[in-house]
C-alpha cells in the first residue's frame, strides 16, 4: 500500500487492531494469517535469520525480532515480564514495523501486542495441522491467561478442536477462559489440576509465565500419541516441561538456533537432533509418523511469523481503511537540506 506523501506511514493502533479483527472475524484472521505463515516458512531460504537480541533483567526480557526477504524488511519490539500481571499490567507488550528494503522506508508501523497473540495461535495450530494426531478434537490447556482464547479459536479453525480441558492455578483464570469462549462452539470442563486437565487430551498446550524452570508437564502425564504445544517456554532459564517427556518425544522447532537458547531444549545437549518446522511444511522431513509417536512443538516465536504478521495486516489497509497517517519521516523537498527543512520551519512558525 503507498501512501500520496513519504512522509506519512500507515499506523494501526489499538484501536484500529481491534476493529480489524472484529471486522474480520478472529476465526478467519487466525486462519488467514497462517496461511501468509506457511507461505513464509514454505520459502524459509530466503529470509535473513538470527535468533531475537534479548536484553535480560531479573523481571524480564525485551527483545528486538528482525529479518528480511530481501524485498520487504520487518522487525518487532516486544517484552516478557512475567511480574506485571500482579501490578495489574500485560506480561507481553509488542510493536512492530514493515518496510521497503530498496529505500529503507518504513511501510507500515503497528501494534503488535494483539497481533502477537494471534500470530502464536495461528503458528501453534499450523504446527498441529503437521503434528497432531488424526482425528484430535480434545485439548488440554494449562495456563489459561492471555494466549488461551487465542489457542483455542485457532485450534479450533485449523485442527478441528471443539473440546477443551482448562487449568490454571487461578481457578479465576480458567473461568473467565470459559466465559470468554461461551457460544463459540466449544465443550469446555474446568480442571482443578494439571493432571485433571490431560485426562484424555489429545493435544496438551502449555501456556504459563512464571520466568523459571518449571515442571508443568511431567512424564507420567504424557500417554502414547499425544501432541504437546509448549508455548511458555520463551527465554533461557524458562522451561515448562521435565526433560524426560523431551527425550520419548519427536521435537519441532521454528529456528533451532534460537530454541537452543530458549525453548525446551535449552535442558539438552546443544547437538541433540530436532526438526525445523518449514521442514516438514515442505516435505524436506517428516511430522506425524505415528499413532503412538508423541510430538512436541517447541514453541518460542520467530521473527519470520511476525513478517508474516505484517505483510497479511498491511494487506488488509487499503480494503478497510483501520489506520491513521503519521507524520513520521522528515522529507525535504531537496533531501541534502535537511537543516533547511528546519529553517523554513522556523519562518512559518
Known amino acids: 500500500m503507498a501512501t500520496a506523501h513519504l512522509n506519512i506511514v500507515p499506523f494501526v493502533s489499538v484501536d484500529h487492531m481491534m476493529k480489524?479483527?472484529?471486522?474480520?472475524?478472529?476465526?478467519?484472521?487466525?486462519?488467514?494469517?497462517?496461511?501468509?505463515?506457511?507461505?513464509?516458512?514454505?520459502?524459509?531460504?530466503?529470509?535473513?535469520?538470527?535468533?531475537r537480541a534479548a536484553s535480560h533483567s531479573r523481571d524480564g526480557v525485551i527483545e528486538l525480532m528482525p529479518t528480511s526477504d530481501g524485498q520487504l524488511y520487518g522487525f518487532k519490539y516486544v517484552n516478557g515480564h512475567p511480574k506485571n500481571a500482579k501490578a495489574g499490567l500485560q506480561t507481553v507488550t509488542a510493536f512492530g514495523a514493515l518496510a521497503d528494503v530498496g529505500s529503507g522506508y518504513p511501510m507500515l508501523l503497528t501494534?503488535?501486542?494483539?497481533?502477537?497473540?494471534?500470530?502464536?495461535?495461528?503458528?501453534?495450530?499450523?504446527?498441529?495441522?503437521?503434528?497432531?494426531?488424526?482425528?484430535?478434537?480434545?485439548?488440554a490447556i494449562i495456563?489459561?491467561?492471555?494466549?488461551?482464547?487465542?489457542?483455542?479459536?485457532?485450534?479450533?479453525?485449523?485442527?478441528?478442536?471443539?473440546?477443551?480441558?482448562?487449568?490454571?492455578?487461578?481457578?479465576?483464570?480458567?473461568?473467565r477462559c470459559a466465559h470468554n469462549l461461551a457460544g463459540m462452539?466449544?465443550?469446555?470442563?474446568?480442571?482443578?489440576?494439571?493432571?485433571?486437565?490431560?485426562?484424555?487430551?489429545?493435544?496438551?498446550?502449555?501456556?504459563?509465565?512464571?520466568?523459571?524452570?518449571?515442571?508443568?508437564?511431567?512424564?507420567?502425564?504424557?500417554?502414547?500419541?499425544?501432541h504437546i504445544n509448549g508455548v511458555g517456554g520463551d527465554c533461557p532459564g524458562k522451561t515448562e516441561l521435565h526433560r524426560d517427556i523431551l527425550l520419548r518425544a519427536d521435537i519441532f522447532v521454528e529456528f533451532a538456533p534460537q530454541t537452543r537458547i530458549?525453548?525446551?531444549?535449552?535442558?539438552?545437549?546443544?547437538?541433540?537432533?530436532?526438526?525445523?518446522?518449514?521442514?516438514?511444511?515442505?516435505g524436506a522431513a517428516p511430522g506425524r509418523t505415528s499413532a503412538q509417536q508423541v510430538t512436541l512443538f517447541d514453541s518460542v516465536g520467530f521473527a519470520v511469523e511476525d513478517f508474516s504478521a505484517l505483510r497479511y495486516v498491511r494487506d488488509q489497509l487499503p480494503a478497510t481503511g483501520?489506520?491513521?497517517?503519521?507524520?513520521l519521516l522528515a522529507d525535504p523537498d531537496e533531501p541534502r537540506d535537511l537543516f533547511g527543512m528546519l529553517l523554513r520551519a522556523a519562518k512559518k512558525g
Open 20 to 51: 480489524l479483527v472484529l471486522t474480520i472475524g478472529v476465526e478467519r484472521f487466525i486462519t488467514e494469517l497462517a496461511g501468509y505463515i506457511e507461505h513464509d516458512f514454505r520459502r524459509w531460504d530466503v529470509f535473513d535469520k538470527t535468533p
Open 262 to 282: 530458549e525453548g525446551e531444549i535449552q535442558q539438552l545437549p546443544p547437538d541433540y537432533p530436532v526438526t525445523e518446522l518449514w521442514q516438514v511444511m515442505t
Open 185 to 226: 462452539g466449544f465443550d469446555i470442563t474446568l480442571c482443578r489440576s494439571g493432571q485433571e486437565a490431560v485426562e484424555g487430551a489429545d493435544i496438551i498446550t502449555t501456556v504459563t509465565a512464571d520466568k523459571n524452570f518449571a515442571t508443568i508437564l511431567t512424564d507420567n502425564m504424557v500417554g502414547p500419541g499425544v
Open 143 to 175: 495456563g489459561n491467561g492471555a494466549q488461551s482464547e487465542f489457542q483455542a479459536i485457532g485450534f479450533k479453525a485449523l485442527a478441528g478442536i471443539d473440546r477443551l480441558r482448562l487449568y490454571d492455578i487461578d481457578a479465576s483464570a480458567s473461568q
Open 111 to 139: 501494534e503488535m501486542t494483539i497481533l502477537t497473540a494471534l500470530r502464536t495461535a495461528a503458528t501453534s495450530a499450523l504446527a498441529a495441522k503437521y503434528l497432531a494426531p488424526q482425528g484430535a478434537r480434545t485439548m
Open 322 to 327: 483501520l489506520y491513521e497517517e503519521l507524520d
